[in-house]
C-alpha cells in the first residue's frame, strides 16, 4: 500500500488502519447523506420558491435527524405474499457496495482504505451492485409497481453502465492508471478541462444510475407511486433512502475525484478542498434535478444508446488518438482542442433530440 | 438558431439558479399572516345594534334565508325592537347582497378569514355575537369610507422587501 503521503505518526498496523478507516467512511457517509439531505430539500425548495423544511433546528438543520428518529420508530411492515427473505435481504444488499466504493476514493493525498490499482474498475463494478439489491426488492415485495419500477432500474443501469464506463475510459488513458489515488496526482490541471465531454456523459450517465431527476422513473411518484421501495417501511425502506443518497455521494466523489482534481487546490486544507468539492457537485445534482422534467422510459433508452454510446466511443477514440499522436505534448494544448471536438459533437448529436420528438400523430 | 441544441436545457437552469437568490414567496401562516384586500368579504357579518332600524330589508335580500330577523313594535316610540337577529353563516355565501341592501348602513362583511369551528351550532351567530369588536373589524365591501381607512392589501410583490427566514 501506498502510504507515502500519510502522517509520520500514522498506525502503520493494517487491523489499526482498517479500522479506522471504516470509522471514517462509515462516519463520513453518515453524516453527509443526512446533511444532504437537509441541503436538497432546503435548496431545492428555495429554487422553487419555497422555504423548506425551517421548524426543527436553527434553518431546519435537525429535520434529517427528526426524519429519521421517525423511521426508526415505524413499524416493520412485510407483505403476506412477499418473499420474505430476499424482502429482508434486498436493503442490506443494496447498502452494502455503496459503502464498499468509498474504501477506494481518496480523502486527502493517501488517506484511503486501501490504494487499489484497479481503483476505477473496482468502482465500477461494485457500484452495479447495488442494482442487484433493488431488483431484489422489486422482485420480493411480490407488488406489480415495484416489479416495474425495478425492471426499469436494471433496463437503465445496463444501458448507461456502457457510456459511464467508456467515459471513464478517457480519464484512465490520461492519468495512466486505474488507481484513484494516481488519477488525482496525474491532474495537473483537473481533467474536467482536459475531458469536457468525457465529463458531460458521465455525469449524465451517473444520473440515470443513481437514478436522480431526470432519469428517476423507476421511482416515478406520478405513475409508479414510489417504484421497488412501495412495500417497504420502517429502518427498511430508511435503508433504501440511505442508498439513495449515499448513490449521489458516491457520484460526487468519483465526479470530484476523477474530473475535478480531488483533493488537490489551492489555500484550503486538502481534505477541506475534497469535502467542498463534493458539495459543489452534489449541489448542480440538486439543480438538475429542480430545473429537468421527468423523461420518458423510451425517451431514456434512446438517449443512451443513440446519444451516449455513440458520442463515449468517439471520446474515447479522440482521447486516444490525442495520446497516442502528442504523448509529450502539454494538457493545457488538449483543453482548447477537446472542448470544440465537445461542441461539435453535442451540436451534432442534439440534431436528433428535439421538442416533440417520439410523438406519434395519429 | 440554437433552440434545438440543447439551450432550452441551460435556459431553465438559470431560472432556478436566479430562484436561489431571490426571496421565497412563501408565507409562515400563523406567524406571518398577509394584510387582506380592503375590499374583502371576509367569512362573517358585522351587525351594528345603533344604526339597525329593524326594517328586514336584508333577510328579504338574502338569497340564502340566512338571515332571520324577529321584531316587535315600540308604540310609544313609533319604532321597531329587534328581537331576535340570527345569522347562520353556514349558509352564508357571503354574496354581500344583504350589505348592499341596507338602508342604513348597519350590516357589513368582515375582514377576517378565520373563523372556522367545531361544530355547525356555533356557526349561528346570534346579537351579541354579531356585533363589531377588535378581531370582528368590517371590511371595506361596498363601503368606500370603510376601505379608506384600512391598511393597504399585503401583496407578495412586497415580499422582497423582507427578510429570508
Not at chain 1, 271 to 281: D, E, H
Not at chain 1, 334 to 358: D, E, Q, R, T, Y
Not at chain 2, 24 to 29: E, I, L, N, S
Request: charged letters at 15%; glycine letters at 6%; hydrophobic letters at 50%.
Amino acid at each position: 500500500m501506498a502510504m507515502a503521503m500519510l502522517p509520520p505518526d500514522w498506525p502503520g498496523n493494517f487491523w489499526a488502519h482498517w479500522a479506522i478507516f471504516t470509522v471514517i467512511i462509515l462516519a463520513f457517509v453518515l453524516l453527509s447523506v443526512m446533511a444532504f439531505i437537509w441541503f436538497e430539500r432546503r435548496a431545492m425548495a428555495i429554487m422553487q420558491s419555497r422555504l423548506g423544511p425551517n421548524r426543527a433546528g436553527p434553518f431546519g438543520l435537525f429535520q434529517p435527524v427528526a426524519d429519521s428518529l421517525k423511521v426508526m420508530l415505524k413499524e416493520d411492515i412485510v407483505p403476506s405474499r412477499a418473499d420474505k427473505l430476499i424482502h429482508w435481504l434486498a436493503p442490506v444488499v443494496a447498502f452494502a457496495p455503496v459503502m464498499m466504493v468509498f474504501a477506494v476514493v481518496p480523502f486527502r493525498g493517501g488517506a484511503l482504505l486501501v490504494d487499489l490499482n484497479v481503483g476505477v474498475l473496482y468502482v465500477v463494478a461494485i457500484s452495479s451492485v447495488t442494482t442487484m439489491g433493488i431488483f431484489m426488492a422489486g422482485w420480493a415485495s411480490n407488488n406489480k409497481y415495484s416489479l416495474l419500477g425495478a425492471m426499469r432500474q436494471v433496463a437503465s443501469v445496463v444501458s448507461y453502465e456502457i457510456p459511464v464506463v467508456l467515459s471513464l475510459v478517457g480519464v484512465v488513458l490520461l492519468a495512466g492508471s486505474l488507481s484513484l489515488q494516481q488519477i488525482v496526482q496525474a491532474q495537473e490541471i483537473p481533467f474536467i478541462l482536459v475531458q469536457p465531454l468525457g465529463f458531460l456523459l458521465f455525469f449524465i450517465g451517473a444520473l440515470a444510475e443513481i437514478n436522480r431527476a431526470p432519469f428517476d422513473l423507476m421511482e416515478a411518484d406520478s405513475e409508479l407511486v414510489a417504484g421497488f421501495h412501495i412495500e417497504y417501511s420502517g429502518m427498511k425502506f430508511a435503508l433504501f433512502y440511505l442508498v439513495e443518497y449515499a448513490e449521489a455521494l458516491v457520484v460526487a466523489a468519483i465526479v470530484t475525484t476523477l474530473f475535478l482534481g480531488g483533493w488537490r487546490g489551492p489555500l484550503l486544507p486538502d481534505w477541506l478542498w475534497f469535502l467542498l468539492k463534493v458539495g459543489a457537485v452534489f449541489f448542480v445534482i440538486v439543480w438538475v434535478r429542480t430545473t429537468v422534467p421527468r423523461v420518458r422510459i423510451d425517451q431514456l433508452m434512446a438517449f443512451a444508446w443513440k446519444c451516449l454510446f455513440p458520442l463515449a466511443l468517439i471520446n474515447l477514440l479522440v482521447t486516444a488518438v490525442e495520446i497516442l499522436v502528442w504523448p509529450d505534448v502539454s494538457l493545457w494544448l488538449l483543453v482548447p482542442v477537446n472542448f470544440a471536438v465537445m461542441i461539435v459533437l453535442v451540436l451534432l448529436w442534439s440534431k436528433l433530440f428535439k421538442l416533440g420528438w417520439g410523438r406519434v400523430n395519429v | 438558431m440554437f433552440e434545438h441544441y440543447g439551450i432550452g436545457i441551460i435556459k431553465g437552469l438559470s431560472v432556478t439558479l436566479r430562484n436561489l437568490f431571490r426571496i421565497p414567496v412563501t408565507t409562515q401562516y400563523p406567524e406571518q399572516r398577509l394584510t387582506p384586500s380592503r375590499r374583502t368579504r371576509g367569512n362573517e357579518l358585522i351587525w351594528n345594534q345603533q344604526r339597525c332600524t329593524g326594517c328586514g330589508t336584508c333577510a328579504k335580500t338574502c338569497p340564502q334565508g340566512s338571515i332571520d330577523i324577529v321584531t316587535s313594535v315600540k308604540v310609544e316610540e313609533n319604532k321597531y325592537r329587534v328581537e331576535k337577529f340570527e345569522v347562520d353563516m353556514g349558509y352564508c355565501i357571503f354574496c354581500g347582497l344583504c350589505v348592499e341592501a341596507c338602508p342604513y348602513d348597519a350590516i357589513f362583511l368582515g375582514c377576517s378569514f378565520e373563523r372556522s369551528c367545531y361544530r355547525r351550532g356555533e356557526l349561528v351567530l346570534a346579537k351579541e355575537g354579531l356585533l363589531e369588536s377588535a378581531e370582528r373589524r368590517p371590511s371595506g365591501y361596498a363601503h368606500p369610507e370603510v376601505a379608506a381607512e384600512l391598511p393597504a392589501q399585503s401583496l407578495l410583490l412586497d415580499k422582497d422587501k423582507g427578510k429570508r427566514s
